[in-house]
């Protein structure tokens, strides 16, 4: 039996309402930070989820960029003799593909995370911003294991590291920043259009021949490099080869290009996202 004690009276209830921001407001990254340890969260769970049940496990991180930069060098290095500016073609790819491959697992990944996850989408708030989050700061642990192997291949061929690799991390940073950008966007287009889905890998395949990953970008004509610059893993590539090998010259103006790229991508992708928030569970 109930007792009057027992009974809470309407007053004594208290109502949260959660509405959406806007303006300026809608980034709010104090709330993101306040719900960090669901982001480590989301990022553990989708680096266990990524080989699970597999037979090489993490490995994987390894091999896939291994085998890459073997049958790039056997097509592009011995046969098609593209021309790496004196630098072994094996070395020459695998500086450029570590960078590659963190960008495009992060788009990957983070381009259909809202769709995967919409089990958690639909059941608790949180700051949307983490889905999306997770697997580009997730795919860092497959970079650090595949760098090993750069660091290994660098003492075979004689190529010791720069004075300038204590810029690597800002190179790295901007491949994350553009990954960020790239992801908010289809995330959120992939929510109400599932054709983005099948869109990424093909959108990811064209992105990488635009970017010098098998061939060096000074074989861009002079008059067309700012152009080449507006993509930002121009800048993340070619930084990563002049960090790590001294390859090309150190980051001039078209650098900017690249971080100014990347920056706009990262916010206005952001705020779209911020935008389209509210409809997601609904659509999801």
């Known amino acids: 039996m109930t007792k009057p004690d027992d009974i809470v009276s309407p007053k004594q209830v ?7 921001s806007s ?3 809608q980034i709010n990254l104090k709330e993101l930070w306040r719900y960090r340890e669901l982001v480590y969260f989301l990022i553990w769970r989708d680096v266990k989820v990524r080989y699970k049940q597999t037979l090489l496990g993490a490995a994987w991180a390894i091999i896939q ?3 890459t930069m073997i049958v790039f060098s056997i097509f592009f290095g011995s046969l098609a003799k593209i021309p790496t500016d004196g630098i072994p073609y094996p070395i020459f790819s695998y500086t450029a593909l570590l960078p590659w491959q963190l960008f495009e697992t992060g788009i990957s990944k983070s381009g259909s995370s809202l769709v995967s996850g919409r089990g958690l989408l639909t059941k608790v ?3 949307r911003l983490a889905i999306p989050l997770a697997p580009v700061i997730a795919a860092l ?3 650090a294991l595949a760098f090993l192997v750069l660091i290994v291949m660098m003492l075979y061929y004689g190529y010791p590291p720069t004075r300038a690799i204590w ?3 800002l190179f790295l940073l901007l491949a994350m920043i553009t990954a960020l950008g790239a992801g908010f966007w289809l995330s959120a287009m992939n929510v109400w259009y599932r054709d983005i889905g099948y869109i990424i890998p093909f959108f990811s395949r064209i992105w990488f021949y635009l970017t010098p990953i098998t061939y060096a970008a000074s074989i861009v004509p002079e008059k067309f490099r700012i152009l080449y610059a507006l993509n930002p893993m121009v800048g993340v590539v070619e930084g990563f080869r002049w960090a790590m090998l001294g390859h090309g010259d150190a980051p001039s103006a078209q650098i900017l290009v ?3 790229i990347s920056v706009v991508l990262m916010v206005s992708g952001a705020f779209y996202f911020r935008r389209m928030e509210r409809t997601f569970a609904d659509v999801v």
């Open 14 to 20: 208290e109502l949260t309402i959660i509405r959406p």
């Open 125 to 127: 708030y949180f700051p």
């Open 23 to 25: 303006g300026w407001r």
């Open 65 to 67: 960029p291994l085998m």
């Open 141 to 143: 642990v497959d970079f």
């Open 258 to 260: 690249s971080v100014l």
């Open 167 to 169: 810029t690597l991390p």
